[in-house]
């Protein structure tokens, strides 16, 4: 049985489709809901664990970008730069799992890496280029 997680990334007219009830349905996948973040008129972002038949999963992958779902693999890290960081706190707003906080006592940020899901909304957002992706 292959298992993959993956990010989904939803335009706003698809989060009100069944995309993944259809994962289940028609290329008969296991899938188990890691993190989600749907808001109605918004962009989705959906973090899944997929297991099934690797030929399935592949017929799968190919559905949803058929569908314009942003599909990106977890096998990617953030990487913050020390040197570069100013503690802006921009990051933390916008971090869809909340890998980002304020430390009360300095009010420095720190960086959680096991929330991160590497859907880099931080990497294109902060304006010091302080964040990176590494494959």
């Keep these: 049985?292959?298992?993959?997680?993956?990010?989904?990334?939803?335009?706003?007219?698809?989060?009100?489709?069944?995309?993944i009830?259809?994962?289940?349905?028609?290329?008969?996948?296991?899938?188990?809901?890691?993190?989600?973040?749907?808001?109605?008129?918004?962009?989705?972002?959906?973090?899944?664990?997929?297991?099934?038949?690797?030929?399935?999963?592949?017929?799968a992958i190919r559905y949803l970008k058929k569908e314009k779902v942003r599909v990106q693999t977890l096998s990617k890290d953030v990487v913050r730069s020390e040197e570069k960081c100013v503690h802006c706190g921009l990051?933390?707003?916008?971090?869809?799992?909340?890998?980002?906080?304020?430390?009360?006592?300095?009010?420095?940020i720190k960086f959680i890496q096991e929330r991160c899901i590497a859907c880099g909304i931080c990497v294109d957002s902060c304006p010091y280029k302080a964040l990176s992706i590494s494959f």
Excluded: W
């Excluded at 993190?35 to 008129?41: E, M, Q, R, S, T």
């Excluded at 869809?96 to 300095?106: D, H, I, M, N």
């Design 1 to 19: 049985m292959y298992s993959n997680k993956i990010v989904l990334h939803f335009p706003s007219n698809l989060v009100d489709k069944s995309i």
């Design 21 to 59: 009830y259809k994962l289940s349905k028609d290329y008969d996948l296991e899938f188990n809901i890691l993190k989600a973040f749907v808001n109605p008129k918004e962009e989705g972002l959906m973090v899944l664990e997929l297991k099934g038949d690797k030929k399935e999963y592949d017929k």
């Design 91 to 108: 990051c933390v707003s916008i971090c869809p799992t909340q890998a980002f906080e304020v430390e009360p006592r300095t009010r420095k």
